[in-house]
């Protein structure tokens, strides 16, 4: 079985700032984890994905994020918020060879970015 | 066209009463998915078709859900006897090869609600 938590349903960063959003899995096999962001009325987009390769992984508009298998943890990090990063990031899990009814979404945290 | 599209953008409707919710992939994508997203919660999967294979439909809630795919390409989901629990954001993705990690393009989603 493969879950996913994210800690923290509402984040608020002052402009400039880290941003760091947790999202700790669950997983009985190798993962594969997912960072996705959806700004208001829009659909989700891909960030950034770990796929067994590099364990850190760069992802689009200078997001990043480091999976550790010690603690269960895939956390995405922005060195300085913008106030366009404002939007709401899932995180999500699955498995090599897993199918289209195997990807496992966490509830969502929301970013607010304070100028 | 540019990217996965969803009609209605907004649905109200009566309890008891049957909707149609279509989804627009892109265009030569092959896989296609239904999710639902609860407030508060993550997305819940529903369906998911693979270019001409029996869908996979283990996360249809009940059998008042059904969806179909015409022709490889547009779907439509149909829940009859709308519930007040049916209440949700209804989300459509695309992605040009199968799971898991060929990336799911996401629709705005229609968000339907129940009275």
């Known amino acids: 079985a493969q879950s996913v938590t994210q800690l923290g349903s509402h984040v608020s960063v002052s402009e400039g700032a880290l941003v760091l959003l947790r999202c700790n899995y669950s997983s009985s096999v190798p993962p594969y984890l997912f960072w996705y962001v959806q700004y208001p009325n829009q659909g989700l987009q891909l960030l950034l994905k770990y796929t067994s390769a590099a364990t850190l992984v760069k992802g689009i508009n200078g997001f990043e994020a480091e999976f550790k298998k010690s603690e269960t943890s895939f956390h995405l990090t922005k060195p300085s918020a913008h106030m366009s990063d404002a939007a709401e990031y899932f995180c999500?899990?699955?498995?090599?060879?897993?199918?289209?009814?195997?990807?496992?979404f966490g509830t969502g945290t929301s970013l607010t970015v304070i100028p | 066209g540019a990217g996965v599209s969803q009609s209605p953008s907004n649905k109200v409707t009566e309890k008891g009463k049957d909707v149609e919710l279509r989804c627009d992939p892109i265009s030569g994508h092959t896989a296609l998915y239904w999710y639902r997203q609860s407030l508060g919660q993550g997305l819940e999967f529903l369906i998911y078709f693979q270019g001409n294979s029996a869908p996979d439909k283990s996360g249809l809630p009940s059998d008042r859900f059904s969806a179909e795919r015409t022709g490889g390409s547009v779907s439509t989901l149909t829940i009859q006897r709308t519930q007040q629990e049916d209440s949700a954001v209804y989300l459509c993705a695309s992605s040009g090869g199968g799971p898991p990690t060929d990336t799911q393009y996401f629709g705005p989603g229609t968000r339907l609600t129940v009275l």
């Open positions: 999500a899990v699955t498995h090599e060879g897993g199918t289209g009814n195997q990807f496992y």
